[in-house]
């Protein structure tokens, strides 16, 4: 049975790239002045290799004229007669994970999802179509790609159910604001939604991601790429929706596969944008932040804007002014760099001055080009001291900020934090989160976590309550992330196959940092670390400390300052004390 006919489809919406394009956030015409991007005409090309897919790199996914496998399918069709328990119950931890009977079937036409939604119109200028594309008329059909999951909700400390939350109300207010507004949840597109299971041990383990299915026999290879990113984001705000969060994240290749040329790739953008600005509106998620894979395909293996070849160079360019433009149209409130390949493997080979000016260069242009856009989403860069490049230049926190600093750029960029990549960079988990905060550098954070036993990037689901603790410490300190966010840069493990493994990894997670923000809110509250923290310093309140913090000391006063107050006293760092305040704090 295809894809096309299976029974628990639920709707009927949009043309493969023919509707009209779809309304901005009710909030543009405030935010952003019309622009170049609003005026901007894709070309298109019908010129594409017979059949693509879709395949892991790095982050992201690349397009690759791959074979799909021919088996895939009749898994599927196999997958959907085995009979499912209902309900049914871990052996290990007992929780009900949920119901497994099939929703009922129901359809809408496209016409009257639009009539729910009255303000449903365009606002900015229908992109330009080619003949071809607008006498072919495909007809999209939305599926339920989690009909075994219902709508996650709060059900406090007594729940059993691994698909309820225990901790995580988005509604409960902590010092002044509600949990929802502290977190600012998002969920990550391509661990998400793209990851299939492989590593470079194995082929794929999920079998049963149905929005990866190829079902496009009868369709143009353009036609194909779009219907497939369709049906991903399909699947993806669907999960949103009874998840729960407001804000998601991707790369420009996550959203639709590259094309054959880059001219189709980014009509590919054009098109696959209309149709998530419906799903925007009709749901209510936003995007948080967009970003640019300039990792993934075989150019950018010497780099992106630090490649030798000045080709690459301007190929990269290209992409992120077309993704800039995606995310202005998405609303997003965020843009991200993140350097996968702005590295070396080899110093015998490369010149790291002349790559660190061209990478200087190259976030000057997109500086420039934001302000022509009129956009005012945030610039933010994530560190990553190594992988898959032996060293990167954006090595950790310390290291982005003295960049940015050099080359005049520290007003212009704010950091993303990951965590597993601090870890990655022989630091504490928290230790960039609150450097950067400490300089006022801290924009977002890709709030997963590593394996400490093994020396590369795992990307899971951060469990660890201490931790989180300290993570929210930071956030409440700082008055909150917004317009940044917590966001999901995690995957589950190879062995989860299961879908409710996608909602339960998410749900433990949130439940992680809303019990971190209500332990680090009694932390604060009580503020025993902080008058601990205060007096370890206090004696830079002396009317010599502050003439030394403020530059008018000189070094003859304070040397005889030395002389005059003798040998300083053994003070005990009390850091059992501080560790102890902190277990008792978190009980």
Not at 539 to 550: F, M, P, T, V, Y
Request: hydrophobic share 35%; net charge neutral; charged share 25%.
């Amino acid at each position: 049975m295809s894809l096309t006919n299976r029974e628990n489809s639920f709707g009927v919406l949009f043309v493969a790239g023919l509707s009209s394009p779809a309304p901005m956030p009710s909030n543009y015409a405030t935010e952003h002045k019309p622009t170049r991007c609003h005026q901007l005409q894709s070309r298109r090309s019908q010129n594409r290799p017979s059949h693509y897919t879709t395949k892991r790199g790095g982050h992201g996914l690349v397009g690759l004229p791959v074979a799909l496998p021919m088996e895939l399918s009749q898994r599927l069709d196999e997958s959907s007669k085995r009979p499912r328990a209902h309900p049914i119950r871990s052996q290990l931890t007992g929780l009900r994970l949920g119901s497994f009977a099939n929703p009922p079937s129901t359809t809408q036409t496209h016409s009257s999802v639009c009539a729910s939604n009255p303000t449903n119109q365009p606002t900015n200028p229908p992109t330009n179509r080619s003949p071809h594309q607008q006498a072919t008329m495909v007809q999209h059909q939305v599926k339920e790609y989690f009909p075994t999951v219902p709508k996650v909700t709060f059900e406090g400390q007594n729940t059993k159910s691994a698909l309820a939350f225990r901790e995580y109300n988005a509604s409960e207010v902590i010092l002044g604001k509600t949990m929802e507004e502290w977190c600012r949840f998002a969920v990550c597109y391509w661990h998400t939604f793209g990851n299939t299971g492989g590593d470079p041990f194995g082929s794929e383990t999920y079998t049963n991601r149905a929005w990866n299915a190829d079902d496009g026999a009868n369709l143009s290879p353009r036609e194909r790429l779009l219907e497939a990113a369709k049906c991903k984001a399909d699947a993806a705000f669907e999960m949103f929706t009874k998840l729960g969060v407001k804000y998601y994240t991707f790369h420009d290749v996550d959203l639709v596969s590259e094309g054959a040329s880059l001219d189709e790739s980014q009509s590919l953008l054009d098109d696959i944008s209309d149709y998530l600005l419906e799903k925007q509106n009709q749901t209510g998620v936003k995007c948080l932040w967009g970003t640019t894979n300039l990792f993934g395909h075989r150019r950018f293996m010497n780099g992106a804007s630090t490649n030798p070849d000045m080709k690459v160079f301007a190929h990269a360019a290209a992409r992120v002014k077309k993704a800039m433009e995606i995310t202005l149209k998405l609303g997003g409130q965020n843009f991200v760099f993140w350097g996968g390949r702005e590295g070396f493997q080899s110093i015998l080979n490369t010149d790291m001055k002349m790559e660190l000016d061209h990478m200087a260069a190259f976030f000057k242009l997109v500086v420039a080009y934001k302000k022509e856009l009129g956009a005012t989403f945030q610039f933010l860069v994530e560190p990553k001291p190594r992988e898959p490049m032996k060293h990167q230049y954006d090595y950790d926190a310390a290291t982005v900020i003295a960049f940015l600093h050099t080359y005049g750029l520290q007003h212009d960029f704010k950091l993303n934090v990951e965590p597993n990549h601090t870890t990655l960079a022989g630091h504490d988990y928290e230790h960039d989160i609150y450097y950067a905060a400490s300089y006022k550098m801290l924009g977002s954070v890709d709030c997963n976590t590593g394996d400490p036993l093994v020396g590369w990037d795992t990307d899971q689901f951060l469990m660890d309550e201490k931790k989180a603790v300290l993570v929210m410490k930071k956030i409440v300190e700082i008055g909150g992330l917004a317009p940044g966010g917590l966001n999901f840069d995690a995957k589950v493990r190879r062995e989860s196959t299961d879908l409710e493994d996608i909602f339960i990894a998410h749900i433990g997670s949130m439940d992680c940092f809303a019990r971190g923000l209500r332990q680090a809110a009694k932390l604060l509250e009580k503020n025993e670390l902080g008058e601990m923290v205060k007096q370890r310093y206090a004696s830079w309140k002396s009317a010599l400390g502050e003439r030394i913090e403020d530059g008018r000391a000189t070094l003859e006063e304070v040397a005889a300052y030395a002389k005059e107050a003798g040998e300083p006293d053994h003070v005990s760092g009390k850091q059992e004390l501080a560790e102890l305040m902190l277990f008792r704090g978190v009980q």
